[in-house]
C-alpha cells in the first residue's frame, strides 16, 4: 500500500519576502511571475544546492531533453508513484498531463495498475516495466533492455535511465522533509477511484 506525503513539513519552505539571491534562484526554478511551489521554496533553503541541481532539472522540462513529453511523464508519474511521492506526482498529474496525453485512467494506473493493463499502449508499458524493474531490483532485465532498444535511441535510452533515477531523487527529497502537498496538486487515487484535484476552498 502507498503512503501519501505527509502534510506537516519537517522543514518549512521559505516564505515571501525572499532574500534576493533565493528570489533569483526562484525565478530560474518556476518561472518569473509565478508563485513558486513548496518544493522549490524548500530546496533554495540549501541554495547551492538548489543551483547544482537546477542543470538537470531544466535539461529533462525544457526543450533540450529527446524525449517525448508522454514518454517523460509516464516515467516521472511511475517513478513518484512507486516512491509514495504524492506531491511530485501530483504537481506532475495538474501541470503536465493533459499536454502528455494522459487520461485519468493512465494517471490512476500509474499509481495503482501495472504494466499489463489496458490503457497503455506497448511502448508505454515498457516505460512502466522499466521503472518498476530499476525501482524493484536496479537493473533492468535483457529481455526488457532488447525491447526499449528497438524503441528508443541509445540518446533516449541514456535519459530514461537517468531521468528514472533523477525523480528517485526529488521523490526522496519530498518525502524525507515532508514537503506540504500543493492546495491545487492533484490527489492519489483511491482505489476503486479516478485520479483528481482536491474541492476548492
Known amino acids: 500500500m502507498i503512503e501519501t506525503s505527509k502534510t506537516k513539513p519537517r522543514i518549512a519552505p521559505l516564505e515571501a519576502p525572499f532574500a534576493p539571491e533565493v528570489a533569483g534562484e526562484l525565478a530560474r526554478w518556476q518561472g518569473s511571475g509565478a508563485e513558486p511551489i513548496a518544493l522549490f521554496r524548500t530546496l533554495t533553503r540549501h541554495l547551492p544546492l538548489a543551483q547544482a541541481m537546477f542543470g538537470l532539472g531544466h535539461y529533462f522540462l525544457g526543450r533540450q531533453s529527446s524525449l517525448k513529453i508522454r514518454d517523460r511523464e509516464i516515467v516521472i508519474d511511475r517513478v513518484c508513484a512507486r516512491c509514495g511521492c504524492e506531491y511530485e506526482w501530483g504537481v506532475h498529474a495538474l501541470?503536465?498531463?493533459?499536454?502528455?496525453?494522459?487520461?485519468?485512467?493512465?494517471?490512476?494506473?500509474?499509481?495503482?495498475?501495472?504494466?499489463?493493463?489496458?490503457?497503455?499502449?506497448?511502448?508505454?508499458?515498457?516505460?512502466?516495466?522499466?521503472?518498476?524493474?530499476?525501482?524493484?531490483?536496479?537493473?533492468?532485465?535483457?529481455?526488457?533492455?532488447?525491447?526499449?532498444?528497438?524503441?528508443?535511441?541509445?540518446?533516449?535510452?541514456?535519459?530514461?535511465?537517468?531521468?528514472?533515477?533523477?525523480?528517485?531523487?526529488?521523490?526522496?527529497?519530498?518525502?524525507?522533509?515532508?514537503?506540504?502537498?500543493?492546495?491545487?496538486?492533484?490527489?492519489?487515487?483511491i482505489d476503486g477511484k479516478k485520479a483528481g484535484t482536491p474541492p476548492m476552498r
Open 95 to 189: 501541470i503536465f498531463a493533459r499536454s502528455a496525453g494522459l487520461d485519468q485512467d493512465q494517471l490512476r494506473s500509474s499509481v495503482l495498475g501495472t504494466a499489463g493493463d489496458e490503457c497503455w499502449t506497448e511502448a508505454d508499458a515498457l516505460l512502466i516495466r522499466m521503472v518498476d524493474a530499476l525501482h524493484d531490483g536496479g537493473t533492468i532485465p535483457d529481455d526488457l533492455w532488447s525491447a526499449m532498444a528497438a524503441h528508443w535511441t541509445i540518446e533516449q535510452l541514456f535519459e530514461l535511465l537517468i531521468l528514472t533515477g533523477w525523480y528517485h531523487a526529488i521523490s526522496f527529497f519530498a518525502n524525507g522533509v515532508q514537503v506540504p502537498l500543493e492546495p491545487l496538486g492533484v490527489r492519489f487515487p
